[in-house]
């Protein structure tokens, strides 16, 4: 079959057929697979996510913008985020007057809840929980007062499909108020990730859109993925209505600017240019799993800060466990507050909350008086002691089974990472095993506090040091060809 008579023309515009070869008019599957191999293969259209913008209760982070108009009684509330803390009331987005909380996106526990009070007051209480501290959730809220049908005059999406499973469904009444809108009053205050009241959100917020005039689905900010069946993000290219906005946390010297074009910029409260962060809907980074320990222990800065008020030890580890590739993470310690903390990685199926890594036959631990610790015996007394202000820095190679650690960018007694295969000084680890990055601690008095950065730090020290792929904020330059713990490199590298 020639390209005259109609043939199936292939990526690289040529007839489909055998690689580089003629048309048959049929695309085989090892064709195809040659040219993915080649990179002649189009890919599925992506839009990479820069920024998120990470809130944190303990700061009372939020933004605010007092709107000078009203608008519609039809709405669209579109955004991303990622949760850090469970079965808490938090609010992502708030309509809030005179004391009173006219309508609220938020969190009953680990449900979502999705609510207008004061007048018109309706209420959403999902049956579906959200607990999973590692994903970026996508969340449309569309809501039509005007709409005949009264089970679609407020409709909620979660990664693109929609929920119809509630614990709580009281709809609107006919052609009411729209308190999530700026259809009533002008004296509202708009809020994302809470309020001057409290409900402060932890996590992180990406993508931010509120269309004003409009019910729109989930389609008009994602799509699926045909490759992957992953509901990733689309720019949103309509029309935004009076009081629509958009977020984006591009810029970090001012991070509530809207960039719909509309100028409904908010007010920063509390949150700092450290808080825009990498860690976003298309590049999800590692974080320290609040899910255990439970215990006199505080998650908090995005779970990048891990505080130990338990009088025993606490051992934490972070939410991506790898098993191949070459991996580098940071840890600031703020406060050493402890008998011997100790950092360094262990085999995620050895964890565990009251223990340490070096006390497992495939965890490694480093401890401040400058030991090594492996299945629970010391195995190295040379490295360099540290203390509060210290950045330790861990090398995890497992491509060839090797650990490297570092105090302040310095490799002492474990050797460098360049050493590669040799891994000349290199603490040997057990091929085969997935680990995690993770660190222990005991309180003696003063509270310890660590300070993970994985590529997108809760903290200023941070030098701007990528990784080889362009990924990661590190204090200290990143070793040839390892890289931030994150899902772009996972993909390339893992």
Known sequence: MAKRNGGIIGPSNVPTGQYGGTASGVWRLRDAFNYIKAGLWPGFATYPVANSLRFNSDSSDYLNRTPSTTGSTITTHSLWFKRSKLNSSDFLYINYQSGVLYAYIGFDGDKLDVRSSDSNSWAFVTTQLLRDVSAWYHLVVAVDTSNATAGDRVKIYLNGSRITAFDTATNPSSSGVNNLGIDNTTANLMNVGGYSGGNYFNGYISEFYFIDGQALTPTSFGQTDSATGIWTPLPYTGTFGTNGFYLKFANSAALGTDSSGNGNTFTVNNLTSVDQSTDTCTNNFCTLNPLNPTTNVTFSN???????????????????????????????????????????????????????????????????????????????????????????????????????FAKNGTYINSGVPTSGATGTGAYSITSGVTYVFSNSSNDTGTDPVYEWNFGSPSFTIASGNADGAGFGNFEYAVPSGYFALCTKNLATYG
Not at 312 to 325: F, H, K, P
Not at 340 to 369: E, M, R
Request: hydrophobic fraction near 35%.
């Open 302 to 404: 995005g779970n990048l800060t891990f505080t130990n008020s338990a009088t025993g030890q606490r051992m934490v580890a972070g939410t991506i466990g790898v098993s191949t590739g070459k991996w580098y993470a940071e840890v600031l310690v703020t406060s050493l507050g402890a008998t011997f903390p100790q950092i360094g990685i262990i085999d995620v199926t050895q964890w565990a909350q009251d223990s340490q890594p070096g006390a497992n036959s495939n965890g490694w631990g480093y401890l401040s008086n400058g030991t090594v610790y492996n299945s629970n015996s010391s195995i190295d007394t040379g490295e360099a002691t540290y203390t509060d202000a210290d950045i330790i820095s861990i090398a995890m190679d497992l491509d060839n089974n090797k650990l490297y």
